[in-house]
């Protein structure tokens, strides 16, 4: 998340991702901090960073449409020791956005006040394109002629509510989908489960990091894996858990991700609601797992056993469980004990 707010901002100023540096975050600098829980992360922290940094954009792009028709010899670096020139003043707050994309423009993602854009690390006129001034040029005249370079920005996304005893309203702003194919091998002597395949495809609409979406996709998929099927909950008679950590149960290893592992985003460019026409990804690839549980059951329903009726495999589905699922017969004693 830090990696996608700081290439928002990055963007926004026309600056490169390496002159930009998140700070931790804390309820002292912000009260209204929340978990990034149901990947609303980006969704709610890029927005509001957004916000704030279009807020001061304006305030420079102002500054710049002054600076653009004033000799250098009269900027404040040359006259603020003098005090010969009285210092510009531009408007406040002058973007007051509500929906993640006000202001915007759709194909860029940024916005733009007074026709000014920021570029490469420069600032121009759309009208005179030729005529730039550096962006820390024109940082320092903001810092010279006293106009703030800090703002602060608070993003509730607009149009969401719930009521959970009616059961009506609308709780999501959009859908995150995607849909995998896995192939499955497993062993007849062990129940092992070798996943050789999978292929994802996935809805993430305009992402701002593909590079970063990508590697969440294959991460939360291997995450799942091991949810259906090595990751089983132990318990002990008095009820304490007891696979209570990677020490005590099997996580996935570099070993069992899928030997031909590929994935791919769908072009979409309709989720206009949300920041840049973005969708959240740090959870629903996760739930494409159930891809690799179901074709463990699609390898089984090859054995006599299950021609007439469905594997009964519960997840996880474990080494343990397969080889009870491959030969129910030479576990039949264990499963009539008490």
């Known amino acids: ?126 009208k005179n394109p030729g005529h730039r001034i550096k962006f820390t040029e024109l940082v320092n005249e903001a810092y010279l002629n006293r106009i703030s370079l800090s703002d602060f920005a608070h993003y509730r996304i607009p149009g969401l509510g719930f009521n959970k005893v009616a059961g009506q309203g609308r709780a999501f702003l959009y859908y995150t989908q ?45 995450q799942g894996m091991g949810w259906v099927t090595t990751e089983n909950l132990f318990y002990s008679k008095d009820g304490l858990l007891l696979s209570h950590s990677p020490s005590t149960y099997k996580i996935p290893n570099i070993q069992d991700i899928p030997r031909t592992f590929r994935a791919a985003l769908l072009p979409n460019d309709e989720n206009k609601e949300n920041l840049r026409g973005t969708k959240a990804v740090g959870e629903p690839p996760l739930l494409l797992c159930l891809s690799v549980w179901t074709a463990i059951h699609d390898a089984l329903k090859g054995l006599p056993q299950y021609k007439s009726a469905y594997p009964n495999l519960t997840l996880p589905a474990t080494a343990e469980r397969v080889l009870r699922a491959m030969a129910p017969e030479k576990f039949a004693k264990w499963e009539t004990q008490p």
């Open 1 to 126: 998340m830090n990696a996608r707010v700081a290439q928002l901002v990055a963007e926004e100023l026309g600056l490169t991702r390496d002159q930009v540096r998140v700070m931790p975050t804390s309820t002292d600098r912000n009260a209204n901090t929340s978990p990034t829980a149901a990947s609303s992360g980006t969704d709610i922290n890029g927005a509001a960073a957004a916000f704030a940094v279009r807020k001061i954009k304006a305030r420079l792009s102002e500054l710049a449409l002054y600076l653009m028709d004033l000799p250098q010899e009269k900027w404040a670096y040359n006259t603020a020791p003098h005090g010969t020139h009285k210092e510009i003043e531009v408007s406040q707050n002058m973007y007051a956005g509500t929906k993640a994309n006000d202001g915007a423009d759709w194909m860029t993602g940024r916005a733009s006040f007074f026709d000014i854009e920021f570029e490469n690390g420069e600032v121009f006129s759309k």
């Open 178 to 222: 995607g849909v995998a194919a896995s192939e499955v091998e497993l062993d007849p002597s062990t129940g092992e489960v070798k996943v050789t395949r999978t292929d994802i495809l996935m809805d993430l609409g305009r992402p701002i990091n593909e590079g970063l979406d990508l590697g969440q996709v294959f991460g939360g998929f291997i």
